[in-house]
């Protein structure tokens, strides 16, 4: 209900009736929207319905639309967050109210901690799978959602094409705010996770179940604790975002010109 009045109040504000395309930038992603091209509206998420305020530091906190070849995008500058107390329903709901806009296709940005050896601080990396170590679902109702193939292979391949770079890997997301111990990404690496963040699970399990497709890429931030002896900050992650903004930003246009 609260999707389906936010979804009209974006097509209001914006002019806009349908957005094809949402993108969530996460931490270290901001500086990034600059390079997909000018909004030609953009609107406080505290005056939609149901949007909650972002306060992670390095979060917009506007969603802005731009139009790239003939796509209409929606960018979500920042998300909420379960560390900062929202429910699983309030996390997914920019998720859902974008979908309901008429998003066929979900970007996830986030910023990540690498466990895997060859990672490499300030390296865009495609969510391959993920791993939902939250306890959490935003689910209520819908049932037994497939889960296979949730990172979209076919987005996958054309993201590689545009950076033939890139690596994929699988995302571990936790709760947060407190960064893991060095046991716990020793017991995360033993699981199968390559990446570490407190974030974007449950609106990839949102997005699947409404149907819409979905494209994840982590920012390697810094190497997972434990992994070089360094310690680990929200500074850092927001620098190395602000260093890799332009191949970020490029990236991301490059896509969204060719879904
Ligand atoms: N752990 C969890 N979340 C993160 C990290 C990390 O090392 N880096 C950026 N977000």
Same mark, same amino acid.
């Given at each position: 209900?609260?999707?389906?009045?936010?979804?009209?109040? @974006?097509?209001?504000?914006?002019?806009?009736?349908?957005?094809?395309?949402?993108?969530?930038?996460? =931490?270290?992603?901001?500086?990034?929207?600059?390079?997909?091209?000018?909004?030609?509206?953009? @609107?406080?998420? !505290?005056?939609?319905?149901?949007?909650?305020?972002? =306060?992670?530091?390095?979060?917009?906190?506007?969603?802005? =639309?731009?139009?790239?070849?003939?796509?209409?995008?929606?960018?979500?500058?920042?998300? *909420? /967050?379960?560390?900062?107390?929202?429910?699983?329903? *309030?996390?997914? /709901?920019?998720?859902?109210?974008?979908?309901?806009?008429?998003?066929?296709?979900?970007?996830? !940005?986030?910023?990540?901690?690498?466990?895997?050896?060859?990672?490499?601080?300030?390296?865009?990396?495609?969510?391959?799978?993920?791993?939902?170590?939250?306890?959490?679902?935003?689910?209520?109702?819908?049932?037994?959602?497939?889960?296979?193939?949730?990172?979209?292979?076919?987005?996958?391949?054309? !993201?590689?094409?545009?950076?033939?770079?890139? $690596?994929?890997?699988?995302?571990?997301?936790?709760?947060?705010?407190?960064?893991?111990?060095?046991?716990?990404?020793?017991?995360? =690496?033993?699981?199968?996770?390559?990446?570490?963040?407190?974030?974007?699970?449950?609106?990839?399990?949102?997005?699947?179940?409404?149907?819409?497709?979905?494209?994840?890429?982590?920012?390697?931030?810094?190497?997972?604790?434990?992994? $070089?002896?360094?310690?680990?900050?929200?500074?850092?992650?927001?620098?190395?975002?602000?260093?890799?903004?332009?191949?970020?930003?490029?990236?991301?246009?490059?896509?969204?010109?060719?879904?």
């Amino acid at each position: 209900m609260t999707a389906e009045q936010a979804a009209a109040a @974006i097509a209001e504000r914006t002019g806009v009736p349908r957005h094809r395309v949402a993108v969530v930038l996460g =931490s270290g992603w901001q500086e990034a929207a600059a390079e997909i091209g000018a909004p030609h509206a953009s @609107i406080p998420m !505290t005056e939609l319905p149901g949007f909650g305020k972002p =306060s992670a530091q390095g979060h917009g906190g506007m969603v802005h =639309s731009v139009t790239v070849n003939d796509n209409n995008v929606l960018l979500l500058m920042g998300r *909420q /967050h379960l560390y900062e107390g929202y429910t699983p329903q *309030q996390v997914v /709901h920019p998720v859902t109210a974008a979908i309901a806009a008429g998003a066929e296709i979900v970007l996830l !940005t986030n910023a990540a901690g690498g466990l895997r050896a060859g990672l490499h601080v300030g390296e865009p990396v495609l969510i391959a799978d993920h791993l939902n170590l939250t306890a959490r679902t935003p689910l209520v109702g819908a049932r037994f959602v497939d889960l296979v193939d949730a990172w979209d292979p076919e987005l996958r391949a054309l !993201t590689r094409e545009i950076d033939p770079s890139l $690596t994929e890997g699988v995302y571990a997301g936790l709760i947060g705010p407190q960064y893991e111990t060095p046991a716990e990404i020793r017991m995360l =690496s033993t699981i199968g996770a390559d990446l570490v963040g407190m974030s974007t699970v449950l609106e990839a399990i949102e997005a699947r179940s409404l149907g819409a497709r979905v494209l994840g890429i982590s920012l390697v931030t810094n190497m997972a604790a434990g992994v $070089t002896g360094e310690h680990l900050s929200h500074a850092e992650v927001l620098a190395e975002g602000q260093a890799a903004a332009p191949r970020l930003g490029k990236l991301l246009r490059g896509i969204l010109e060719r879904v």
